[in-house]
């Protein structure tokens, strides 16, 4: 399976903590996403990094890229109530297909 | 929202029958996908379509078929629903030549008993 691997599986903090989760692959992948999901509801899409990025940012949301690592780290600063969610990585293989990862739960507590 | 739909959202099935899932954009997109959802799986692409009357397989097709004979509709077929399908499948929707984000729809919840 050409899956991505996050960890970790689930994560409680409190409001105001910041949330780090990381994703691996085991091939290539390019333009690796984030992606948000509440309970019920479908993906969001977060933020993008290309394969030459290292670190991208936007708003609370810190991204960074290690290609030689094959691996990608999703930090959110300052974290809120309604950050409440899962968390998705997603990277396009050599074949074109966006292959996500297993996601993260978070658990954000006020 | 990205202007896509799911229909139905909440289906019940016997083992055996079919199963048709529709999913419509009002975005003129080409690329239009299909997942599902399992615990401990993330999504996993079932077929996709990058045109009318073009689609491919995914990772998981197996007991799947689609179509496309309008740029605005793309529908999952189960030919005999299994226990196995049971599962929440998403819609998505990627623009032409933009970033290469996609867009999901709300998902639709189908129980094979």
């Known amino acids: 399976s050409q899956q991505g691997e996050e960890d970790p599986q689930a994560l409680s903090i409190q409001e105001g903590e910041n949330a780090t989760m990381n994703c691996s692959y085991k091939t290539s992948i390019n333009n690796l996403q984030w992606y948000r999901q509440n309970s019920g509801r479908g993906l969001v899409h977060l933020i993008l990094?290309?394969?030459?990025?290292r670190e991208k940012h936007s708003g609370r949301l810190r991204v960074t890229l290690d290609t030689s690592k094959k691996s990608s780290s999703l930090l959110i600063t300052a974290s809120r109530a309604a950050d409440t969610a899962s968390y998705f990585c997603?990277?396009?293989?050599?074949?074109?297909?966006?292959?996500f990862g297993q996601g993260t739960e978070l658990s954000v507590k006020p | 929202d990205a202007g896509i739909t799911q229909s139905p959202r909440h289906k019940v099935t016997e083992t055996g029958t079919p199963v048709t899932l529709r999913c419509h954009q009002t975005?003129?997109?080409?690329?239009m996908y299909w997942y599902r959802q399992d615990p401990g799986h993330g999504l996993r692409l079932i077929h996709y379509s990058y045109g009318v009357k073009d689609t491919d397989k995914g990772e998981v097709s197996d007991g799947y078929s689609v179509s496309r004979s309008k740029t605005e509709d793309f529908l999952l077929t189960l030919e005999s629903a299994t226990s196995s399908q049971t599962s929440v499948y998403f819609c998505a929707i990627r623009e032409d030549r933009g970033p290469p984000e996609q867009y999901f729809g709300p998902g639709t919840r189908l129980t094979v008993t």
């Open positions: 990094i290309r394969s030459n990025e």
């Open positions: 997603a990277g396009y293989n050599q074949g074109g297909k966006l292959i």
């Open positions: 975005e003129n997109h080409r690329y």
